[in-house]
Nanobody
């Protein structure tokens, strides 16, 4: 499985960015897909996720500002980020989760994309 992330960059506070994550196979083959981030000297944290059934969940810090969506025909998941602030600065990673034959979670990761919010 390959996950190709794109869309990061430098943006001013209050600005917007949209991240994309293209999977090499149908996104329905995953239990969920999502975005994690890791800021400087911080642990990786879940930002947003969407299940195969379409349920979404968000970190409290991004609720109302970020939106996760998908285009099934393109095997792509998006993260629309609005009202960005410097605390959103991090490397963002795309994630896809499925289950092994034994019921264990199996995670796939895309390469990180840097998001920097600064004036």
């Amino acid at each position: 499985v390959q996950l190709q992330a794109s869309g990061g960059g430098l943006v001013q506070p209050g600005g917007s960015l949209r991240l994309s994550c293209a999977a090499s196979r149908s996104i329905f083959s995953f239990n969920a897909m999502g975005w994690y981030r890791q800021g400087p000297k911080k642990q990786r944290e879940l930002v947003a996720a969407i299940t195969s059934g379409g349920s979404r969940n968000y970190a409290d810090s991004v609720k109302g500002r970020f939106t996760i969506s998908r285009v099934i025909a393109k095997n792509t998941v998006y993260l629309q980020m609005d009202s960005l602030n410097p605390e959103d600065t991090a490397v963002y990673y795309c994630n896809a989760r499925t289950s092994s034959n034994y019921g264990e979670a199996v995670d796939y990761w895309g390469q990180g994309t840097q998001v920097t919010v600064s004036s």
